[in-house]
């Protein structure tokens, strides 16, 4: 009798692009949702939306008809994370019960101006990082201040969470900023004790990334180069909560004709400008390729 063994079902790469309704795409949107695309089988459109001063219904609609025009399809329904407000506090309150959170009352100024009294103040990727001010306060202060009324975020306490999860690993497919490649080991620390949510921003970019990716299913992040330090913070997260860890393929930003990356504020790069002056998708693609 001859036993046959089921074959391992084979894993469909899941991949995502995830802009900010907050102006009209641009060429390197353009450029990072084709990337997206053909990097994997199953192709997912999430807008971050969480910043309600900035995020605005008629750019949430130009995304939409930019990609289309673009001859890009995409699985629907498209996930806007405003609905995802229970998900992102549901994971705040998993990391507050392990004593990792704690709240912070510094206000911009008096985190600029602590840095300013430190001789040696640490620098991270988005520059100088939190001096600590608050993660020694006492419950007792803490809990007088929060009952004030005080402003307040709530921060990771790093140094715990490294102490958590131990050593961590993420596996990069695309190549980073200095060529990072393969098997790259996490440096907790980098960031210092990130924000993880505000009063006026009820979760920062690094959670609601992580908790949005494991509820898509995202197997693979593409994204560019200038984020790829997010990618030690963002694995911390991951082991910390419990999710599945995706790959990470970073690519190439691509330039103006003045070597600067593509922005919002330039007008005339935006996809709504190009097909205005009869530019077609297939010359959008041409021009990408050009730049890479």
């Keep these: 009798m001859i036993v046959t063994r089921p074959q391992p079902c084979p894993i469909v790469i899941v991949t995502r692009f995830a802009p900010s309704p907050t102006g009209l795409l641009h060429l390197g949107h353009a450029f990072a949702a084709l990337f997206a695309r053909d990097a994997g089988e199953r192709f997912l459109l999430r807008l971050e939306d969480i910043d309600a001063a900035r995020c605005r219904p008629e750019y949430d609609a130009a995304i ?81 201040r929060m009952a004030s009324g005080e402003a307040y975020a709530l921060r990771l306490d790093v140094v715990k969470a490294a102490r958590a999860v131990g050593d961590l690993f993420f596996e990069e497919k695309g190549v980073g900023p200095r060529g990072e490649t393969g098997r790259i080991a996490v440096q907790p620390l980098l960031f210092g004790d990130v924000v993880l949510a505000r009063k006026e921003m009820p979760a920062a970019y690094h959670l609601a990334v992580v908790v949005d990716d494991a509820f898509q299913d995202v197997t693979l992040v593409t994204r560019g180069n200038d984020l790829f330090a997010a990618s030690h913070i963002q694995r911390v997260l991951q082991a910390l909560l419990g999710l599945p860890a995706p790959a990470y393929a970073h690519h190439r930003l691509i330039l103006d004709e003045q070597g600067r990356k593509f922005s919002k504020r330039d007008r005339a790069a935006t996809l709504r400008a190009l097909r205005e002056s009869g530019v077609t998708p297939e010359q959008i693609r041409a021009r990408i390729a050009g730049r890479i």
């Excluded at 600029?112 to 306060?137: F, N, Q, V």
């Design 64 to 144: 939409l008809e930019d990609l289309q025009w673009l001859g890009l399809d995409f699985v629907r329904p498209v996930l806007r994370q405003s609905t995802r407000m229970a998900a992102y506090s549901a994971a705040l309150g998993t990391l507050e019960k392990r004593g990792l959170l704690y709240p912070c009352f510094c206000t911009r100024q008096d985190i600029a101006d602590e840095i300013a009294r430190s001789a040696e103040a640490p620098h991270g990727p988005d520059g100088p990082i939190y001096p600590g001010t608050c993660r020694s306060l006492s419950g007792e202060e803490r809990g007088r």
